[in-house]
């Protein structure tokens, strides 16, 4: 298991686990599945949001909201709407399966927004499912994206 926490001013936050220092470059294409869970949370972090948007395949399913799966420009939207948040978000690959081109990550996550743009500070949690599939380019992507699998 590792936990992934990256803070917006480049500097890791201390974790039980695994931490790692990341500064706000590009997001490289992700050819290992259990990698995608850091790559996510660095991007998210670093208000990367083309980077964050490139891990998702055309017509990923998002389901920000219990019961209302996004995609296509919609899902664009809300993703867009988060980054500009500045979230801080860590997360904890606790369970990975990969079979062929299709990975499965169940992912505990926290994020915490700060307020701003007057909306109130905020803090979330949950237990994310996470569907991935490998393309053609080698490169692995979101098909699916639940951060609340276990409502």
């Known amino acids: ?3 992934f926490a990256v803070q917006r001013s ?3 936050a201390p ?3 695994w931490t790692r220092e990341m500064t706000n ?3 490289a294409p992700v050819t290992d599945p259990l990698t995608m869970t850091e790559t996510y949370v660095r991007g998210s972090n670093a208000g990367d949001i083309d980077g964050v948007l490139s891990l998702y395949a055309d017509g990923a399913i998002s389901v920000w909201e219990p019961g209302n ?4 420009a919609l899902h664009d939207e809300v993703v867009r709407a988060h980054l500009e948040r500045n979230p801080d978000m860590k997360a904890t690959v606790r369970e990975s399966y990969v079979t062929g081109d299709t990975a499965l990550l169940v992912v505990d996550w926290t994020i915490d ?3 701003g743009g007057g909306q109130p500070a905020e803090s979330h949690q949950g237990i994310g499912l996470d569907v991935l599939r490998k393309g053609e380019d080698g490169r692995w992507r979101y098909v699916i994206d639940n951060p609340f699998g276990e409502a």
């Open 15 to 17: 974790t039980d686990e």
């Open 25 to 27: 470059q590009a997001i």
């Open 1 to 3: 298991m590792a936990t």
């Open 69 to 72: 799966p996004v995609s296509d």
């Open 113 to 115: 927004i700060p307020a």
């Open 10 to 12: 480049g500097t890791a």
